[in-house]
């Protein structure tokens, strides 16, 4: 499968780097960006081809991957759309609907969207997918296996339910840093040194994810086995339960939700100025 990227970022480049160390041929493997220094980034990190055609190249790929800024993909897609006919595209641009991008590309793109996060930069990351009807078996394991090289992968039914997994993986990494700088910058109050500090928050994070990969136990079990009664733990939780720590995560990811259901309101929008976020 020949597989043409538009757009060389960070994704971009983590999800080549993972296709390559999965086995994936260089030769079948293409990237365009209007940045000159990205393209050559790809092709000598990874030998892969580059182009500043995005429209020739499409007519020559099995799958095109959009992975480019939301605010851009408008724009983009309706560049592309005599060159995608039929063809299968795997979007990873956050809040776009299919039915909008399948209008920008003239209406017979074969459309898969995906809610990769930012882990997949070390090959660590989760992504959901919705495939638009008429999508068939084999596209829908071409699309995942683009995914799979930097991570985990699911499948959801309706298209609705990517503004939740938008809220919980995809912005997902940046409410555990948020606690992580917390518990650092409590070490730091405490006395610990910075690099202690720093030290201390992520092994803790890094170790109790490991084991929760690990346990048969759920979340809740698993910290109640740390908290003894009388003890330190249980102070720390019952102070974080005084201050609603939990239903504040709940409102935060919701607000993240909402947040996605509204870009795609305004970015699907014709008319919508696609050059500045809004």
């Known amino acids: ?25 260089a030769a079948s493997l ?31 790929a099995d799958c095109v991957v959009l ?6 993909l ?6 592309l759309a005599p060159a995608v006919d039929g063809r299968l595209v795997l979007s990873i641009a956050a809040g776009i609907r299919s039915a909008d991008l399948v209008r920008w590309l003239g ?5 898969v969207r995906a809610m990769p996060n930012t882990p997949a930069l070390v090959s660590a990351g989760i992504s959901g997918l919705y495939a638009m009807p008429g999508v068939s078996s084999e596209e829908r394991k071409n699309a995942e296996s683009v995914l799979a090289a930097v991570g985990e992968t699911f499948w959801v039914d309706n298209e609705e339910a990517l503004d939740a997994v938008t809220a ?21 109050k405490l006395g610990l040194e910075p690099a202690i500090a720093r ?66 309101d305004e970015l699907g929008r014709d008319g919508t100025n696609t050059d500045n976020k809004p």
């Open 1 to 25: 499968m020949n597989i043409l990227f538009i757009g060389g970022g960070n994704m971009a480049a983590a999800i080549i780097g993972g296709l390559i160390a999965k086995g994936w041929p």
């Open 30 to 60: 293409c990237a365009v960006d209007v940045a000159p220094a990205a393209l050559e980034a790809l092709r000598s990190r990874y030998g892969i081809r580059t182009a500043g055609d995005g429209t020739a190249e499409a007519r020559k």
């Open 67 to 72: 992975a480019v800024k939301p605010q851009q």
């Open 74 to 79: 408008r724009a983009v897609a309706q560049s």
């Open 107 to 111: 209406g017979k793109a074969r459309v």
């Open 168 to 188: 919980v993986s995809g912005s997902g990494p940046a409410y555990v840093f948020y606690f992580i700088e917390a518990l650092e910058q409590a070490a730091r």
């Open 199 to 264: 030290r201390s928050a992520l092994a803790t994070f890094a170790g109790a994810v490991k084991l929760a990969l690990g346990s048969d136990a759920d979340p809740a079990t698993l910290r109640a086995r740390v908290t003894s009664k009388g003890g330190t733990t249980e102070r720390a939780i019952s102070l974080l339960d005084e201050s609603a720590v939990r239903a504040a995560m709940v409102r935060a990811v919701r607000g993240a939700q909402q947040r996605s259901v509204e870009l795609g």
